[in-house]
């Protein structure tokens, strides 16, 4: 019996470390850079729209928009506790609809990042990272 209840302990202890996902979380620096906008989509219609800007760099805890690499407009971020979405703390005051909404969730991976709003027109911006 005694090997029985060591037996289950070490495959609890198993299963509960192999789901640990805390190693894939995203991590500030994992943002930080220039990503190049591919794609805007979503909306009524689901054409999105075409953005005012070309670009966005991340830096840990501000991000500026680019149009032809030149900034168009800057603001402040904070990734939320469980890192899969970003709230925009301070925008800057333009037209572009990005600003407009805070708080955007967050798909990325080594070259490509997605982000969509949660809310209204439920845009989704596509960048891949520049390579510069």
Known sequence: M????????????????????SSTKLETNDLVGTWNLIQVSGGI????????????KFTES??????S?????????VLNDTKDSL???SAPF???S????????????????????QCCDLYQYNFSRSLE
């Open 45 to 56: 219609t689901g054409q999105g729209y075409t953005a005012g800007f070309d670009a966005i």
């Open 94 to 96: 333009t037209n572009e």
């Open 98 to 117: 990005f600003a407009n909404i805070a708080a955007k969730k967050i798909d990325i991976d080594k070259n490509n990042l997605v982000l969509t709003e």
């Open 87 to 89: 709230k925009i703390t």
């Open 62 to 67: 501000t991000f500026d928009l680019l149009k």
């Open 2 to 21: 005694k090997h029985l209840i060591i037996i289950f302990g070490l495959l609890a202890t198993f299963a509960v470390t192999s789901c640990d996902k």
């Open 69 to 77: 690499k030149s900034s168009i407009g800057s603001g402040t971020y």
